[in-house]
């Protein structure tokens, strides 16, 4: 495992981005960052100047995801290992920089066209991060900010292509029958965080490749909290409050304003490189999680 870089940021792109500011806020409790550019919404969960970027656009989607060396040098080594996994970064300017708030970044794109950014040096902020909604704050820090799980065409692929170009490690594999028909994903770390990212193959399109962000609370009771809020704002539930088999996060699933799912947990496993066995479970959850939204007419 390439343990010196992190997931640092992610980039979406979506045209209600008031509507995601009023649920990013009152649901999720996160804080608002100083907006780097005009139509650029930020957002923190933590020391850093910002986590989540918010552009005005149409896609509703994923944008780019950014992962942090821990240091200039592993910042090189990091973009050595991308070359030498067939692909080539190319420097972002200066005006990027600043938006993402990092000293210097590159960026390559996976087979499948995702693009994801490599930085070193993304800003702490000016100022404690406070949140009267999330009291205990979020478990980011080594583990970086959470995880994402996105929507694949070939999810064996992208596993690969991400432990060659990026040193991640395989955590598991996962398959179990969700109300859209069998679901799979491939589950990959970079740090002990049991997955920073997620690759799932379903049986139907689905409309973006986003499926969903995990931002990972302290407490218990702040999770709670958050999904009695999200209950009483109207906001659709993608899955009620469950407990996952393989990284035992308790959390819930909210729709956001621009269409993807935000996972709110705690408690999620970290791995003991040690001791760990990559294993294939055939359930998502051990108890709950129930579907909150209807069955697509296609398999109902």
């Known amino acids: 495992m390439n ?13 209600d981005v008031e509507a995601f500011d009023a649920f990013a806020t009152s649901i999720l409790g996160l804080q608002r960052g100083a907006s780097p550019a005009p139509d650029v919404g930020s957002y923190r969960l933590d020391e850093k100047a910002q986590r989540i970027l918010v552009r005005r656009g149409d896609a ?3 944008a780019a995801v950014g992962f942090e060396a821990s240091s200039a040098q592993a910042f090189e080594g990091a973009l050595a290992r991308a070359r030498a996994a067939g692909v080539q970064p190319q420097p972002g300017s200066a005006d990027e920089a ?16 995702n693009r994801i950014e490599v930085c070193r040096g993304l800003r702490e902020a000016t100022e404690p991060f406070r949140s009267a909604l999330m009291p205990g704050g979020f478990k980011t820090g080594a583990l ?19 432990t060659a170009a990026l040193g991640m490690r395989l955590s598991d594999t996962a398959t179990d029958r969700e109300p859209i028909g069998e679901v799979s994903v491939s589950f990959l770390r970079a740090t002990p965080r049991h997955h920073t990212v997620g690759f799932a193959q379903a049986p139907i399109p689905f409309p973006r490749r986003l499926h ?4 990972e609370a302290n407490d218990l009771d702040d999770v709670g909290a958050s999904y009695e809020r999200a209950l009483a704002a109207g906001t659709p539930i993608a899955n009620h409050l469950g407990r996952h088999l393989n990284d035992r996060m308790f959390s819930y ?8 799912f935000i996972e709110v947990g705690q408690g999620g496993l970290e791995v003991d490189e040690a001791t760990w066995r990559v294993e294939h479970v055939d359930r998502f959850h051990s108890w709950g999680h129930r579907p909150g939204l209807p069955v697509p007419a296609a398999v109902a």
């Open 144 to 162: 970086g900010m959470g995880h994402y799980v996105l929507i694949a065409d070939d999810r064996l692929r992208l596993a690969r292509f991400y």
């Open 212 to 215: 969903h962000i995990m931002i």
């Open 253 to 260: 699933y909210a729709v956001s304003p621009l269409g993807f």
């Open 60 to 62: 509703d989607d994923i």
């Open 98 to 113: 600043r938006i993402r708030q990092v000293a210097e970044f590159a960026w390559f794109a996976d087979p499948e066209g």
């Open 3 to 15: 343990d010196s870089i992190s997931l640092a940021y992610t980039i979406v792109e979506g045209r």
